[in-house]
């Protein structure tokens, strides 16, 4: 079952610019986290932000969460070469069993240098 | 360090036989999770435990089977009745039902399967 739906699919930026990816679900939640993956590797967990939060900052990340919209936004600020990989939203659902995570099917970011 | 281990990175399988993954934790986190990545796809849940001893099939559990006996060890198996078993597998942990709202999940490094 998919909940975490992100927009765009693919996202190509200059070095140094802002980039931003949107997630949308659609049923209620306890939390929505987001997860990166570079070419090949495991997910690494970026921030989690909970249902009764609006906004979080964690270094050049910061994140948003409208849940009257039922979405979420990442944003890269001053992006670098290193920040190319996959982005993708997970989504811990009220009434879900505690801890699993529905993801979605994630924004390609590149970043050129 | 604390982490999530996988192993194999990569696996070959022949039509027809089994194969089993490895994945170890060291987080003393009570929930673990294996998923399938297919090429441009997000995860899909195959089966997940809370607790030791127990488990639950997810989105897509046909043709995979798991064990839980220890909490450290969540090894997942491919067998034969799984038609299109090429993927990159992917185990996870959290602190599940003790996690209360932060059930931020850790990985593995990943297995890529490819039948030959």
């Known amino acids: 079952s998919q909940q975490g739906e992100e927009d765009p699919q693919a996202l190509s930026i200059q070095e140094g610019e802002n980039a931003t990816m949107n997630c949308s679900y659609k049923?209620?939640?306890?939390?929505l986290q987001w997860y990166r993956q570079n070419s090949g590797r495991g997910l690494v967990h970026l921030i989690l932000?909970?249902?009764?939060?609006r906004e979080k900052h964690s270094g050049r990340l910061r994140v948003t969460l409208d849940t009257s919209k039922k979405s979420s936004s990442l944003l890269i600020t001053a992006s670098r070469a290193a920040d190319t990989a996959s982005y993708f939203c997970?989504?811990?659902?009220?009434?879900?069993?505690?801890?699993?995570?529905?993801f979605g099917k994630g924004t390609k970011l590149s970043v050129k240098p | 360090d604390g982490g999530i281990t996988q192993s194999p990175k990569y696996l070959f399988r022949k039509e027809g036989q089994n194969v089993t993954l490895s994945c170890e934790q060291n987080?003393?986190?009570?929930?673990m999770y294996w998923y399938r990545q297919d090429p441009g796809q997000g995860l899909r849940l195959i089966y997940y435990?809370?607790?030791?001893?127990?488990?639950q099939k997810g989105d897509i559990a046909e043709g995979y089977s798991v064990s839980r006996e220890k909490k450290e060890s969540f090894p997942l198996t491919v067998t034969s009745a799984q038609k299109n078993p090429t993927a990159f597998y992917l185990c996870?942990?959290?602190?599940?039902?003790?996690?209360?709202?932060?059930?931020?999940?850790?990985f593995g490094q990943g297995t890529r399967l490819t039948v030959v």
């Open positions: 997970a989504t811990d659902l009220v009434g879900g069993s505690q801890g699993n995570l529905i």
């Open positions: 049923t209620s939640i306890n939390n």
């Open positions: 932000i909970r249902s009764n939060e």
């Open positions: 987080l003393n986190h009570d929930a």
């Open positions: 435990s809370q607790i030791v001893n127990d488990f």
């Open positions: 996870a942990s959290n602190r599940g039902l003790g996690g209360r709202l932060d059930t931020e999940a850790f």
